[in-house]
T-cell receptor, first 107, second 114 residues
Framework: KNEVEQSPQNLTAQEGEFITINCSYS?????LHWLQQHPGGGIVSLFM???GKKKHGRLIATINIQEKHSSLHITASHPRDSAVYIC?????????FGTGTSLTVIP | EPEVTQTPSHQVTQMGQEVILRCVPI?????FYWYRQILGQKVEFLVS????????KSEIFDDQFSVERPDGSNFTLKIRSTKLEDSAMYFC????????????FGDGTRLSIL
């Protein structure tokens, strides 16, 4: 049973395209975390949000608590955005991780 | 910018041996975490640690595992008798104020059990 589902699993985009990665969760959450995992394996926290929308540079994250859904958008995508993007739902005192979306941005 | 550091970056160990993975969290952070990621699989929570004791642990974190903060800077994960299935990337993270704050991750230790 997967508490957190992400789509798509793999995504290839041309440089400059607008990208959306989706995350749905089945558990009640207090917050949702978006992470970026680089090809070398390192993990970087992008956003933590519990409602509404957050923006940082070309990245935008939104969450709809009622629909149990979050999206990560990347505007004007660039090859350096190529990475695995992971959402993690915080419920109680534990994170449930999605399987990640592997993004490749082609120049 | 302060960062979480993990050593070693790669550890190769014979099955049945004990292994200690080390982490230096960000200095003013109070909450510490270990995660693992088996190759090709999703990240899994292992344990969280606050005020010198475990605050949460997952089903994965059985008696083979232990965590310790032996001094004011290091945070360690020990696996007592390693098994082949312990081969994974282990990530340490820290946060200032618990689960509702962003976590800062280290680059991970790749553990290979032979």
């Amino acid at each position: 049973k997967n508490e957190v589902e992400q789509s798509p699993q793999n995504l290839t985009a041309q440089e400059g395209e607008f990208i959306t990665i989706n995350c749905s969760y089945s558990v009640g959450i207090s917050a949702l975390h978006w992470l970026q995992q680089h090809p070398g394996g390192g993990i970087v926290s992008l956003f933590m949000l519990s409602s509404g929308k957050k923006k940082h540079g070309r990245l935008i994250a939104t969450i709809n608590i009622q629909e149990k859904h979050s999206s990560l958008h990347i505007t004007a995508s660039h090859p350096r955005d190529s990475a695995v993007y992971i959402c993690a739902a915080l419920t109680g005192n534990q994170f449930y991780f999605g399987t990640g979306t592997s993004l490749t941005v082609i120049p | 910018e302060p960062e979480v550091t993990q050593t070693p970056s790669h550890q190769v160990t014979q099955m049945g041996q004990e292994v200690i993975l080390r982490c230096v969290p960000i200095s003013n952070h109070l909450y510490f975490y270990w995660y693992r990621q088996i190759l090709g699989q999703k990240v899994e929570f292992l344990v969280s640690f606050y005020n010198n004791e475990i605050s949460e642990k997952s089903e994965i974190f059985d008696d083979q595992f232990s965590v310790e903060r032996p001094d004011g800077s290091n945070f360690t994960l020990k696996i007592r008798s390693t098994k082949l299935e312990d081969s994974a990337m282990y990530f340490c993270a820290s946060s200032w104020q618990g689960w509702n704050q962003p976590q800062h991750f280290g680059d991970g230790t790749r553990l290979s059990i032979l």
